[in-house]
């Protein structure tokens, strides 16, 4: 049986929301990532990947995104405790809040990163830096349909 866990690439303007995270956290403890968590046994749901993101990303670091959530990759791994976790990562506008540490059990510190500086920072695991690449790509396809249907719009 999997562990579901899911993760929120939030931009504001050009640059992603990153947390460090405590070192008391049994999976990646110290490191960079994204905001996020496990997906909680709930029966029958609708929308329980982003309804468990957007609990997340306010329980860790009080902030709320916009409700056009996109799903951008998903991958899989085995945690340091031996069980195997299916990770989504979600691209997500952010809304509003002001990102801080809620809880120094989870989250040590915050960052806010452009995607050059994520790219070519030492500590960056390549698995957060494959997801915000991906996300990035997401965001330019989509600013230029936005662009194209503005274009295609004047022309009628």
């Not at 929308?47 to 056009?68: A, H, P, Y």
């Not at 998903?74 to 976790?85: P, Q």
């Not at 299916?86 to 801080?100: A, Q, S």
């Amino acid at each position: 049986m999997f562990i579901v866990n899911v993760e929120g690439a939030v931009y504001k303007e050009d640059k992603w929301l990153l947390i460090r995270r405590s070192k008391m956290e049994e999976h990646a403890g110290g490191e960079l990532s994204l905001v996020g968590g496990t997906v909680d046994h709930e029966g029958d749901s609708n929308d329980i990947l982003e309804r468990t993101l957007q609990r997340e990303l306010f329980e860790e670091v009080g902030v709320e995104v916009k409700n056009t959530i996109q799903y951008v990759r998903s991958t899989s791994f085995i945690s340091a405790n031996g069980k195997e976790v299916v990770d989504i990562v979600f691209l997500c506008e952010f809304d509003k809040g002001d990102p801080y540490a809620k809880s120094l059990d989870e989250v040590e510190s915050i960052h806010w990163l452009t995607t050059a500086e994520i790219v070519n920072h030492e500590e960056i695991p390549f698995y957060l830096r494959d997801s915000i690449l991906a996300a990035e790509a997401m965001r330019k396809r989509i600013v230029l349909k936005k662009i194209e249907e503005i274009l295609n719009g004047s022309k009628k």
